[in-house]
Every structure is written in structure tokens, then in C-alpha cells.
């Protein structure tokens, strides 16, 4: 059974920062990649970053320049720093890894509630 763990949600003032972290655990094989997706009331769930393995990553035009994914391979972890926060990237975050397994390869986190208060 894989599950991905996530950490690090909370309040925060505009301007403040936040790390998310999320961890993956289970029968997993290989990572193909790692990333954070956000959904805001009433909209669609986005992809906010994601770190291919080998390095590459990317990131939504909106937090380009504030967030950075950063990526532990021995401990299959995936962090998310966010800094310069904003009111608009307030939004439940989602952890998603695509990873070769034996019973699977798309799998979501639970969620975690970033709040950015004006």
C-alpha cells in the first residue's frame, strides 16, 4: 500500500512563507515524478510544481519566482517552499507522485489547508 503523507499547511500573513512537505512510503519501486496541485473554492484543481526525476521542474506562471520544489530521493520526499505569500494562493494543496509500484502509479495526498491572510 503507497501513501503520500503531507505536512506543513497553516496560516499565514501575506508577504510570510510556509514549506509543505510530503512524503511517500509504500511498496514503491521507482519515482517517475513529484509535485503540489492546489484547489481554491469553486475552482479547478491546478498544478502548482513538479519535480521530474533527474532535476527538472516546473512551475504554474503564478508562483514562478516565490515557490520552489525541492526533492530528497533517499527519503522519497518532496517539499514545497513558498515564499511572498498572497491572499489569492490561499487553497487546500495536494501532494501527486507518479511512481512505478506494484498496484499502482498515480496517487494523491490527503490534502493541507494553506490560508493567507491580507
Known amino acids: 500500500q503507497v501513501q503520500l503523507v503531507e505536512s506543513g499547511g497553516g496560516l499565514v500573513q501575506a508577504g510570510g512563507s510556509l514549506r509543505l512537505s510530503c512524503a511517500a512510503s509504500g511498496n514503491i519501486l521507482s519515482v517517475i515524478h513529484m509535485g503540489w496541485y492546489r484547489q481554491a473554492p469553486g475552482k479547478q484543481r491546478e498544478l502548482v510544481a513538479r519535480i521530474i526525476t533527474g532535476g527538472n521542474t516546473n512551475y504554474a506562471e503564478s508562483v514562478e519566482g516565490r515557490f520552489t520544489i525541492s526533492r530528497d530521493n533517499a527519503k522519497n520526499t518532496v517539499y514545497l517552499q513558498m515564499n511572498s505569500l498572497k491572499p489569492e494562493d490561499t487553497a487546500v494543496y495536494f501532494c501527486?507522485?507518479?511512481?512505478?509500484?506494484?498496484?499502482?502509479?498515480?496517487?494523491w495526498g490527503q490534502g493541507t489547508q494553506v490560508t493567507v491572510s491580507s
Open positions: 501527486n507522485a507518479l511512481l512505478i509500484t506494484t498496484s499502482g502509479r498515480n496517487y
